[in-house]
């Protein structure tokens, strides 16, 4: 059975429900961090399974072809798995704030990328969650890979999902920026329960 | 005398959610803009007394809204309403000359309450 993907105006709800999420997130990035973070407009759009490795490709063309990737499943009223993407660049600039060198170990590095994409995954799921009334829980994040094209790290998924919900999110730090995309894959009954979530949501105003 | 309202957010489902949230009763002619070009061009018309601004937002934010309204002399009660809850987000907006910071998501309730707190509306 193919699912109706949301709507306009689902989509609109959920758009803000994902800044509301992400401001927390840029919170516990700057408390993290000890800098100032800029939030700006996260972008999202909905992509079948099928073709989201193609889509997430298109997304970065041109930004290089070395990425670091973080999965992390979530399970419950809303089940899928999350990919958080950092590119070269951001890793770099993750590593400087914290005040790592390259004489650093990988461990150090690695820790790092499992420590940000659990604040982000879990600010942006839970405060989405939360908003709608529903209940979510998280695996542990694992790291897929580090200096990867994006193909070899999203291939990895635990299995096929229906829909994938696209993320893009920049932090402007004032030393500098640090973009991430969050790649979330959901099943059909995890969207038809954020869609009676976000209607209720909104039926609360 | 209505109070001109100006309500400044580039989410559509977020201006929806605070004109229901508007308390009732209370007087006012509301414009709505959304990103802070249209909100300056708004309050150099005189079309925002009272403004409920978010933070976040494309072609110019609610700390370029702040800076234009100081620069420029404009008139304009501040109240911010935002998700960005870092804790230097909000010194930054009240030294910038806000009277408020309401965290989002907000309710009925917390923009009355906030709304009292700043003296631009009475719950009597």
Known sequence: MKIEPLNEEENEILQEVINIGMGQAGASLAKLLDVFVNLSVPRVSWVSDVDFVDQVEKLVEGHGNSWAGVRQAFY??????????????????LA???GYTDDDEDDAEEELLLDVTNILVGACLVGVAKQI????DFAAPTLVGIGKPIEDLLYRREREWDQC???EVNFCLEEGDFSCHLVMLMSEASIE?????LIEFMESY | MSVALLIVDDSGFSRKAMLKSIPEGW??????????EEALAALRKGLGEVVLLDLTMPVLDGFGVLEGIRDEGLKAKV????????PKAKLRVISLGALAFL????????????LAECGVYSED
């Open chain 1, 76 to 93: 419950n009223q809303l089940e899928g798995e999350a990919f958080a993407i950092y590119g070269a660049n951001g890793c770099q600039q």
């Open chain 1, 96 to 98: 400087g704030l914290m």
């Open chain 1, 133 to 136: 009334g529903k209940k979510l």
């Open chain 1, 165 to 167: 919900l696209l993320i």
């Open chain 1, 193 to 197: 329960q954020l869609r009676s979530g």
């Open chain 2, 27 to 36: 007087d006012v002619d509301i414009t709505q803009a959304t990103n802070g």
């Open chain 2, 79 to 86: 109240v911010v309403v935002s998700a960005d809850i870092q």
């Open chain 2, 103 to 114: 965290q989002k998501p907000f309710n009925k309730e917390s923009l009355a309450a906030t």
